[in-house]
Each structure stands twice: as structure tokens, then as C-alpha cells.
């Protein structure tokens, strides 16, 4: 190996090092600066020698920054539906009608969003999502970002396999903490992020891809059954499920029985298994119905599904604006609860369904989530439903705006949003004001008592009157008001996301008052400052998205006078401190860390003495880093240090200080 192609090896693993830290870890060893430059350098090395390029190098999977409009693709495979199943007889049935002598292959039905990758040559050309009709979206960019997909295979074949994007549980989880647990599971994340518009944020999403099926340009070309075509397909370098069973069909229902008993450790989603015939003539033979392949089955664990008919469909319009269609269905029994309502989550996934109001339809509860349509029986006459262009309360123009799969009512001032804030303000998790429900506050934003958040505090003046209400007596006003009174006591850490502004959740509050913005006047300073975008990029854990939103926040004149009126009625803007040392040595300094050490490991061991001490954090060296504090194998941040004058201490430096200061590790 030459020394060039060495040391493109080389930082090749260090760039897919901090990227795993980064995606699958959530941790970073170093900043985004210097991530850059080390990306930047194997860019470079990969221009000046394209021979040493390296086929999944990390820097064909990286998202662009570019707006991704979705372009309309044919698609080139059959991406039909399954038909179901929801029982073992039904499944019986059906084995015994197409063949007791062949063999099937029983696989996950993972739960995710449906795609197709299209390798030509090799490579990878595009990536279509299943859509509807034959026709889907261009999501090509989105998907490149995907880190278990080969961008290029093993041979230069063309093949075009079917997959399913997904996230898994526990990536999921970790995901959505970091977004203040703004996505309902782990489908619905992951539907929104492959149709994301920027493929630079898709590239940050936890989101795997599995692939179940292939094709050639002229079906199954020499390969004759399914398993030879898996086997094939894994050899390519593509992503394959390792729990496949191929089974006699006697065997079939025994073999189901052990796929159930290990579906609660699984970490991903599944809704059931696929059963399929594996001899591809039989296929042939055997053909598709208008939308589904007459050799397959869908094998649905949850029985908690109903059929229904879809009387209506309405919306409701959240905090932030977004639309959610509602249908209104013919009342069932479901898990012990008349369900009259399912969710039909947005557009997307109405046209996937193809549902519309009049259809009959499939109704399921999954755990806790909200009853769906699952699945459309009988179209109706009505066709497939439209959103309305307009939000359905105050008539403003709907838009889309970040994932595009959702739409949103821009207008601040939309009665829907107004009360669905009051209600969040309101809500256990935030300012837990007791006696403050949903019915409550509806109940006196109709009578115009309330329609702001700062508006609850003149709720008082209107005592009289809501006692004359139904419903209401002394003992319920006066828990109310006092409610109301108590929340002025609460502070920073929960009022702040208890404002709702995009964004700005719990998880970010903490991060600034962690950071040392305390109080709301230090964030709305730091905000409109000069170099607000580079003293915020410099809080860990802080990206584009979310500086760009503090930025835009705390810039607005109306959220600055509500935030003035708050004040005024005696609302407690400022964060109580964290515990400190009462010796501040480190006061008014801001340390950031590079490198390794002996005596601190994790090297975040180092910089809690200093928050302890009075410090501030950061984790990039800018004009204000007042010290860096430098170990072994220090990098970029040094000469960015050394350049800007930044104090540099080494690791033997700061335990002098510390000890010189009665500091003990
Ligand atoms: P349905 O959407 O209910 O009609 O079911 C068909 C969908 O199941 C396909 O579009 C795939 O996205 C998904 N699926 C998940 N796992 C598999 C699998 N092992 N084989 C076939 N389809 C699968
Ligand atoms: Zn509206």
C-alpha cells in the first residue's frame, strides 16, 4: 500500500469513527470544525487520486444541503401491497390454495416506509418511495445518507430491490429525546425523514434500511427461487434479514410460533411476518390481483383490528399549526373501547392508502397510539380525500414546511393553535397549573376570557362570572386561580419550554442555563448579538436547526413584549443556580477542552471541575474561548487557539492550578 492510499484508509475510519459516535452514539470527541477538516482533507486526496477512491468512502454519504424537490419516478417492479391475514386459519386457507408441497420463506414485516433502490451498473441510481400507483418520489439524496446501504455493490449488476427504511427502538428513543419526544414512534419519524427536504439533516437520522426483494431488468433473470435470490442479493453487499426461515408448509404455523415468542426483544418495529412462495416459476404462474402478489401473504400479529366504514374526515390543527386529518368511522368495538375516531396521520399517507370518506376500512390499535386506518377494504365512491388548501378554523393558505410529508396553519393567531398553547402552557410536563384542562380552557377562550398565554393572569379578574358557569363552584375556581398563581414561582428551566416556541424544548432549555444563559435577558442578548450564530453553534449539543429558531425567537417583537408582559405579572424568568463551589477560580472564563489526558477520563471529568469552579463551557474554539485546555494529540483546535491568542494550559498546567487552589480531583 502506497502512502497516499495509507493515509486515505486512515482517515477514512477516523471520519466513520466520529460519525458512528456522532449518529449511532450521540457523543463527540471533536468539534464540527474539526470534522470538517478532516472530511475536507479526504475530499481533496480523493480528487487528486480518484483510483484510491474507495467504494463506500464517507464522502459519497454525506446529505447535501440542497432543497430536495421530489421528481416523480416510474418505477421499473411491480411495488404492490401485501394482502393480509389476521388469523391462522385464514393463513391456512391459503397455503392449502396455492401449494402443500412448496417451500416458504417466512420474514419480518419490518415497519417503516416502503422504498425501492435501484442499482444500475453497480451503482446506486436511485431511490424511489413506493407512492402510489406505480409512481413514486425521487429520494435518492435522502437515501445516499442511509450508512448500512452500499452505495455501490460487489458486482456491476443492475438489480432493483425493495426495502424498508426503519428505525430501531432504542435509536429512535435516543433520537426523539434530543427533539423533546416530538415524533409519535418510530414509523411516522421515519416516514417524515426520507421525504425530508434537506438530505443534511437526513443524514443525522438514525434510519436503516433492510431489503426483502429482488429484481432484474427482466425479472428474476437466471436465479430460481427466493432464497438463491437473498443469498445473491447479501453476497452483493446489500442488507438482508438473518432471521429468514424457509419452510415446508406443514411447518409453516410452527414456524410463525417461534417468530411471535421473539418478537418483544426485537429492536425494530414489525407489525407481523411475509410469508412467500420461493419457487419464482410458481410465482410467475400464480401472478398478482389488481394489488397484490397471489404468492404472498402479510401474517398480522395484532388481531386489535376492526372493520369499519369512514363516515367523515375533519382535522385537528395542534400548537405549532400542523394539520392532522381525522376520520370519523362507523363505531367499533376495539381492545375494550368504542373506538369512533382514527387518525389518518397526513397526505402521504392517505394517497398510500387510497382512502377517502365512504370506504370500508381496516381500523387498529397498537399500544397506546391512537386507533389508525390501517388498510382500505372497499374504496368508496368519494375517491381519494383531499386537505384542504386552506386551515379549515381561520381560512389562511396551509404550507409545508420542514419534513414535507406535514402540513401547517402559519397564522399565529389561529384559534385552534391559540388554545392548543394555552393547553400545553397548562399541561403536567409544563407548567402544571391544576384545574386547567382541555375543557377548561376551550370553555374560557369561547367566552373570550383568555386567548395568550399572559392573559391567564388576569384570569382572576374575571372571577364572578366564571363562577356563574356551569360546572364551576368556589372550591374549582379558587384551585384554579391559585394554580395560576403558583406557576409564577416555577422557573427558567420550565417556563421556557412550557412557551412552546419551535424548537425550544426541554432539552434545549437545559442546555443554556448549562451553557450559563440563565435568565431570559442573557438569551435574548446573546440572540441579538453580532455573533450570536457562532456563540450558540458553540453550545454542545446545539446544531443549525436550533440556533436558527433561538435566533428567529427571541428576534420576534411579539414573543419579546409577551415575554415583557410574563414579566410583569411577576413570572420567573430566571434559573435557579446549580449547585456551585463557593471557590469561583474559574469566573467570567470560557474553557474549551481538545485532546486527551491521564489523569481525566472521560475528559468531560475536567471540564465539570471547571463548571463546578465557575466556568463556561464550550466546544469550539472562537474569539471569545478564553482558555483552551490542551491534552495529548491535540488537533485543529490548538492551531485555531494558537491563532486566535487563546490562553493554551496543558494537562500538568491545570492540576497545578487546581492544587495551588486547594482543588482536589
Ligand atoms: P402493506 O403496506 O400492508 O400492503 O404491506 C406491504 C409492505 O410491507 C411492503 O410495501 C413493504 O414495505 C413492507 N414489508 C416489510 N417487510 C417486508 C418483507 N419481508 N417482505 C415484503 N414486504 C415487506
Ligand atoms: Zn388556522
Redesign the pocket.
Known amino acids: 500500500m502506497t502512502k497516499i492510499e495509507k493515509e486515505i484508509r486512515e482517515l477514512e475510519d477516523k471520519i466513520r469513527y466520529h460519525q458512528n459516535l456522532y449518529y449511532v452514539k450521540n457523543e463527540t470527541e471533536i468539534s464540527d470544525l474539526e470534522f470538517d477538516l478532516l472530511f475536507k482533507k479526504l475530499q481533496k486526496l480523493e480528487e487528486e487520486n480518484p483510483e484510491l477512491v474507495s467504494e463506500n468512502s464517507p464522502t459519497k454519504v454525506i446529505g447535501s444541503d440542497l432543497d430536495n424537490s421530489f421528481e416523480k419516478v416510474t418505477h421499473k417492479i411491480p411495488?404492490?401491497?401485501?394482502?393480509?391475514t389476521y388469523n391462522t386459519t385464514e393463513l391456512q386457507d391459503w397455503i392449502i390454495k396455492t401449494s402443500e408441497e412448496e417451500l416458504y420463506s417466512i420474514?419480518?414485516?419490518?415497519?417503516?416506509?416502503?422504498?425501492v433502490l435501484y442499482y444500475e451498473n453497480g451503482k446506486l441510481d436511485k431511490a424511489v418511495s413506493?407512492g402510489q400507483k406505480g409512481i413514486g418520489d425521487d429520494i435518492t439524496e435522502n437515501i445516499r445518507t442511509v450508512k448500512n446501504i452500499p452505495l455501490v455493490l460487489k458486482e456491476k449488476i443492475s438489480i432493483y430491490v425493495?426495502?424498508?427504511a426503519y428505525m430501531g427502538f432504542k435509536d429512535f428513543e435516543k433520537f426523539n429525546a434530543l427533539n423533546d419526544g416530538k415524533y409519535a414512534n418510530p414509523r411516522n419519524s421515519t416516514s417524515g425523514s426520507i421525504k425530508h427536504k434537506n438530505s443534511k439533516e437526513v443524514a443525522k437520522r438514525p434510519i436503516k434500511i433492510?431489503t426483502?426483494?429482488g429484481y432484474f431488468l427482466d425479472g428474476y433473470g437466471k436465479i430460481k427461487t427466493h432464497t438463491e435470490m437473498l443469498a445473491y442479493m447479501k453476497k452483493l453487499g446489500l442488507p438482508i434479514?438473518e432471521d429468514?426461515v424457509l419452510s415446508k408448509a406443514k411447518d409453516v404455523l410452527k414456524n410463525i410460533e417461534k417468530f411471535k415468542n421473539k418478537k418483544d426483544s426485537l429492536d425494530f418495529p414489525?407489525?407481523g411476518?411475509?410469508i412467500?412462495l420461493n419457487d419464482f416459476a410458481l410465482r410467475d404462474n400464480l401472478g398478482f390481483t389488481s394489488h397484490?402478489p397471489r404468492w404472498?401473504r402479510?401474517f398480522k400479529f395484532d388481531a386489535l383490528m376492526k372493520e369499519s366504514k369512514i363516515i367523515k374526515i375533519d382535522f385537528a390543527i395542534g400548537r405549532t399549526g400542523k394539520i392532522t386529518p381525522r376520520a370519523e368511522i362507523e363505531p367499533v368495538q376495539l381492545g375494550g373501547t368504542t373506538v369512533r375516531f382514527a387518525t389518518l396521520h397526513n397526505q402521504d399517507y392517505i394517497n398510500?392508502l387510497g382512502v377517502g370518506i365512504g370506504a370500508k376500512v381496516l381500523v387498529a390499535k397498537r399500544g397506546e397510539i391512537i386507533p389508525a386506518v390501517?388498510?382500505v377494504v372497499e374504496a368508496g365512491e368519494n375517491g381519494v380525500f383531499q386537505l384542504p388548501n386552506n386551515c379549515p378554523t381561520c381560512k389562511t393558505k396551509l404550507d409545508h414546511i420542514d419534513d414535507s410529508v406535514d402540513k401547517f396553519c402559519p397564522n399565529l393567531d389561529c384559534p385552534d393553535r391559540e388554545v392548543n398553547n394555552l393547553i400545553f402552557y397548562c399541561a403536567r410536563n409544563q407548567m402544571d397549573i391544576e384545574g386547567l384542562g382541555e375543557k377548561q380552557i376551550q370553555n374560557f377562550y369561547d367566552l373570550k376570557y383568555i386567548k395568550k398565554i399572559p392573559d391567564l393572569y388576569n384570569l382572576h379578574k374575571k372571577e364572578s362570572e366564571i363562577m356563574e358557569l356551569d360546572g364551576f363552584g368556589k372550591k374549582s375556581v379558587s384551585i384554579i386561580l391559585e394554580g395560576i398563581e403558583i406557576s409564577k414561582k416555577k422557573d427558567l428551566k420550565l417556563l421556557l419550554p412550557s412557551l412552546g416556541f419551535s424548537e425550544i424544548g426541554h432539552k434545549v432549555t437545559e442546555l443554556l442555563i448549562d451553557s450559563g444563559y440563565d435568565d431570559i435577558d442573557k438569551i435574548i442578548a446573546i440572540a441579538k448579538s453580532k455573533n450570536a450564530e457562532e456563540e450558540l453553534l458553540s453550545i454542545h449539543g446545539f446544531g443549525e436547526k436550533i440556533v436558527q429558531a433561538l435566533i428567529s425567537t427571541f428576534q420576534d417583537k411579539k414573543v419579546l413584549s409577551m415575554i415583557e408582559s410574563l414579566k410583569k405579572y411577576g413570572l420567573n424568568f430566571h434559573a435557579k443556580k446549580k449547585e456551585l463551589s463557593s471557590n469561583q477560580i474559574f469566573l467570567n472564563q470560557s474553557w474549551c477542552v481538545t485532546g486527551s489526558f491521564e489523569k481525566f477520563q472521560p475528559r468531560d471529568k475536567a471540564m465539570d471541575l471547571i463548571l463546578f469552579h465557575g466556568g463556561k463551557k464550550v466546544t469550539s474554539v472562537s474569539s471569545k474561548t478564553t482558555h483552551l485546555l490542551a491534552g495529548e494529540n491535540a488537533g485543529s483546535k490548538l492551531e485555531k487557539a494558537t491563532e486566535l491568542g487563546v490562553k493554551i494550559i496543558s494537562e500538568k498546567e491545570f492540576l497545578k492550578i487546581l492544587s495551588e487552589n486547594q482543588i482536589s480531583l
Open positions: 411495488v404492490m401491497s401485501l394482502a393480509n420474514e419480518w414485516k419490518v415497519d417503516g416506509a416502503s422504498i413506493r425493495r426495502g424498508e433492510f426483502y426483494d434479514s429468514n414489525t407489525d411476518l411475509v412467500k397484490s404472498a402479510a398510500e390501517e388498510e
